[in-house]
Structures are given as structure tokens and as C-alpha cells.
């Protein structure tokens, strides 16, 4: 069985999601692309050698007799109006982050799967198939460290572009962990607040670089969040689970240690394609193989939807400098299966 699949948006992320799934995954066949610009969708197909119509209209391919499953990779403020069109006509739809630009527009599709009565929604949270946050999972499930009690974290970025802005820091950057955590704890978040240390003197005047997002968990965990993305060195990504008889750390990603020089030493990525290349392998495999069993079991609309109310409240937070509480919506049972 090969599952035929639609992709709406050729930018990086789209036309890189096109190459895994026509020359690294199986089960799968890019057989439909659109994107605003028609030029770029026409050379994705080219460069790619993809037997694949270019559609000038999402919704079309959405409905599109030979697609079976859509992946949605345009620009955020598109994905809630392409989800919700894949949801109506009864297809499989992954969701590149964010799943929607606001709570509102997430839980709406939250609503709109609810209602089909059938997990159709896979948000493109890649962290959990990160292995080293799977080793980490392994080992706070199993009682290895006891109780989670705090966590410590980091995501450090070498530079940003100029366009970046000081809420980016939450709705870009920090996202992922807020995704992630939750994940990892099996927990809720309860408060958030935002703090700001010195700042860097390699940053732009209109960002506050570094950023710390302090956080509560329903279940009484606290977090602390160091977001750096103009730390020069490197991209780093750290993670330490402190429990009653442990720490947990996340596993730094594979390297070479050298002794030459007089020094000992081990390289530090830079780029975060680098970094989860093979999460992102791993997580639009995942995506296949639960359409073939019918059975989606990546970060559901649900999870989409909590990160942004987290990320909402952390904006707020930056904005206010309090502290301020994280309010979802009652949990539908629909997502404990």
C-alpha cells in the first residue's frame, strides 16, 4: 500500500518533507503540490523528479480524488483554514508547528476532529522522536530518578535574522519545549513568567536576548527555561530532569572526542536541521505508518492546542513581567484513547 500524499507549501521545510518521503521514507508518494508561488512548487517537482501535479489552490488538492493524506507546510497563519478543509473531507492531515497562530484557531480544530470521531490530525512536534528525549522518557517513566521535582533547560541558537523579535523567543523557539515537556513530565503547565537577564551585546535593539520562562506544572514540577539565540558558540539544546534519587540529562548528540593540541574536545552543532534531522525522519515515517494501521500516534491536535495557550501565556508574561496562569479548556476524552 502506498499512501498518496498532497503537500501544501514548497518552502524549506515543505519541499525538504518532499525528499524524505521520496528518497529516504517508504510507504509514501508525493503525488499533489501547491504553494502560492507556482514557480517554486514546478521546481520541487523538477528537482525532485516527482510524477506530481502542481495545483494552484490548497483546497483542490485537498479534495483531490488521488490524495490521501495532506501535509500542510505554508505559512502559519494558512494552517488552521487547510487542516480544517482536510479534516472535513476525511483525510489524514500533518500540520507543521503552529498548528494554528492562535489557541482559538487550534481548538477549533480540536472541535472540528472531535466531531469527524476519528484522529486525522498529526502536529509536527519532532522532539518526541528525538532519541535522546526518548532515552529521557524512558528513564522518568521507569522510576529511574524518582519524582521529577525541577527541570533545567536550555535552547541556544547561534544568531537570528534580524526579523526576529523579542515574542519569537516563545512562539518560535520555546515552543518546542513547551511541547516537549509536557511530553516528558506527562504533566500540565499551571503559571508561567518571564524573567530577563543582562543582555547579550550580540543581539538587535528591538530583542531581549536572553530570556528565562520560569514554570509551574499542575503537578507542582518547576522548570526553568534559559532561551539564548545569539549565544555565537553553537546550536545547543539541554535538558536535566532532577528527581528525588536522580538526575536524568539529555544525551548530548554524537561526536568525535578529540585529543590533539593539548586540548580535549568534541564539536558543537550549529544548525537545528542538523541537530533532529533524523527526528524529522523518524516523525513523517510515524505519520505513514499510522495511516497504513489507521491509527495516528504522534502529538495530536490536543498538544497543538496546549502549546499555543502556554506560548499565550508566556507572551503575556514577557508583556506584564507577572506571573501568569496557563487556562485550557476542559480535555476532551476523544484524546485519552
Known amino acids: 500500500m502506498t499512501i498518496r500524499i498532497g503537500v501544501i507549501g514548497t518552502g524549506a521545510i515543505g519541499a525538504d518533507h518532499a525528499r524524505r518521503i521520496t528518497q529516504t521514507l517508504s510507504g509514501g508518494q508525493v503525488v499533489a503540490v501547491n504553494d502560492v508561488n507556482r514557480a517554486q512548487a514546478e521546481a520541487v517537482v523538477a528537482r525532485l523528479g516527482l510524477d506530481a501535479k502542481v495545483y494552484d489552490n490548497g483546497h ?37 508547528k503552529p498548528l494554528a497562530t492562535t489557541a482559538r484557531g487550534c481548538l477549533n480544530i480540536v472541535e ?21 528525549y526518548q532515552l529521557l522518557k524512558q528513564a ?50 499551571k503559571t508561567v513568567q518571564v524573567v530577563y537577564p543582562k543582555r547579550t551585546r550580540h543581539r538587535f535593539e528591538h530583542l531581549a536576548d536572553p530570556q528565562i520562562v520560569l514554570i509551574e506544572t499542575q503537578k507542582g514540577v518547576r522548570i526553568d527555561l534559559e532561551i539564548f539565540v ?65 491509527q495516528l500516534s504522534g502529538p495530536t491536535a490536543w498538544d497543538g492546542y496546549a502549546a499555543a495557550v502556554a506560548a499565550d501565556a508566556c507572551v503575556l508574561a514577557q508583556e506584564s513581567g507577572q506571573i501568569e496562569p496557563v487556562v485550557m479548556a476542559e480535555r476532551p476524552t476523544f484524546y485519552n484513547k
Open 60 to 96: 483542490d488538492l485537498i479534495k483531490a480524488e488521488d490524495v490521501d493524506a495532506v501535509l500542510v507546510t505554508s505559512w502559519g497563519p494558512t494552517h488552521e483554514e487547510f487542516v480544517l478543509s482536510a479534516i472535513a473531507a476525511g483525510k489524514y492531515v500533518f500540520c507543521e
Open 140 to 189: 522518568i517513566d521507569a522510576g529511574q530518578i524518582g519524582e521529577p521535582l525541577m527541570v533545567h533547560c536550555a535552547h541556544r541558537n547561534p544568531t537570528v535574522p534580524d526579523g526576529y523579535v523579542t515574542s519569537m523567543a516563545i512562539v518560535d523557539t520555546a515552543i518546542h519545549e513547551l511541547d516537549v515537556l509536557r511530553w516528558l513530565l506527562d504533566d500540565d503547565y
Open 230 to 294: 545569539n549565544c555565537q558558540y553553537g546550536y545547543d539544546i539541554q535538558c536535566s530532569v532532577v528527581g528525588e534519587t536522580g538526575v536524568a540529562n539529555l544525551p548530548e548528540p554524537q561526536s568525535l572526542l578529540l585529543r590533539t593540541d593539548a586540548k580535549l574536545a568534541t564539536n558543537i552543532l550549529t544548525d537545528w536541521k542538523q541537530r533532529f534531522i533524523e527526528a524529522y525522519d523518524i516523525e513523517l515515517q510515524d505519520f505513514i505508518k499510522g495511516i497504513e494501521q489507521q
Open 112 to 132: 472540528a476532529e472531535v466531531a469527524a470521531g476519528k484522529r486525522l490530525v498529526q502536529v509536527g512536534f519532532m522532539r518526541p522522536y528525538d532519541k535522546g
